[in-house]
Each structure stands twice: as structure tokens, then as C-alpha cells.
Nanobody, 127 residues
Framework: LQFVESGGGFVQPGGSLRLSCAAS????????IGWFRQAPGKAREGVAC????????NYRDSVKDRFTVSRDDPDNTMYLRIDSLKPEDTAVYYC?????????????????????WGQGTQVTVSS
């Protein structure tokens, strides 16, 4: 049971990336899902989440209007598109699946409720 992440890399400020997270060994549509990041020397923080069926999304204030979370349940994959990248977006990004399967809620801050985690993908923003 795992996620396989891809899409990270080195990007100049103002650029865009799309991170992908493919689930393996379980069906993604049974979970709400989230994206987290951990910058050097800082605690991991939730940046975006999406409920089952994509009914609800939530974003940390610092990334609103630049980050877009989505899910493709038939492909068992979730995505995080990041636009207008800033140097402060530099971090390792993780995807995760939360146990709460209600379609009207997702969690930015309940790390303990996320059962499955990706291995992380590095995003570096620099000129």
C-alpha cells in the first residue's frame, strides 16, 4: 500500500509545476486526500486537501489562488498544480490519504489521521 509521487524539480520563480501522486494497493476514492510540504528547518505543514468525490477543497492561506488540488479516481491518482512559484515554496512535498471518508470534509492539519504517505518529491524554486 503506497503512493508514488512525481513531478517535482527545479523551477524559476514564477514558473509552474504539477505534482502527481499515484496510489498503489488501495483504492483512492475511499479517502479524503491531502498535500503537505516540509521546508528545510521547518515543520511539515498541510497546504491543500480534497474530500472524497472532490466536493470540498481547502488551502492554507499562504498558497490560496496559486495551488490547485485535484483527483482522478478512475486513474487512482491525485494532483497538485502550483502556479506562480516563489522561493518560499521550496520544500519536499508529500501526498497522503486520510481515514475520514465523509465527502464533505478534508483536513489540512490532522497529520495523525493520514494513514498513507508518499515518499516525497523535492520542489526547488530559485533563479
Amino acid at each position: 500500500l503506497q503512493f508514488v509521487e512525481s513531478g517535482g524539480g527545479f523551477v524559476q520563480p514564477g514558473g509552474s509545476l504539477r505534482l502527481s501522486c499515484a496510489a498503489s494497493g488501495f483504492t483512492l476514492d475511499g479517502y479524503s486526500i491531502g498535500w503537505f510540504r516540509q521546508a528545510p528547518g521547518k515543520a511539515r505543514e498541510g497546504v491543500a486537501c480534497i474530500s472524497r468525490r472532490g466536493i470540498v477543497t481547502n488551502y492554507r492561506d499562504s498558497v490560496k489562488d496559486r495551488f490547485t488540488v485535484s483527483r482522478d479516481d478512475p486513474d487512482n491518482t491525485m494532483y497538485l498544480r502550483i502556479d506562480s512559484l516563489k522561493p518560499e515554496d521550496t520544500a519536499v512535498y508529500y501526498c497522503a490519504a486520510h481515514w475520514d471518508s465523509r465527502p464533505t470534509i478534508c483536513y489540512l492539519d490532522d497529520e495523525g489521521g493520514y494513514h498513507y504517505w508518499g515518499q516525497g518529491t523535492q520542489v526547488t524554486v530559485s533563479s
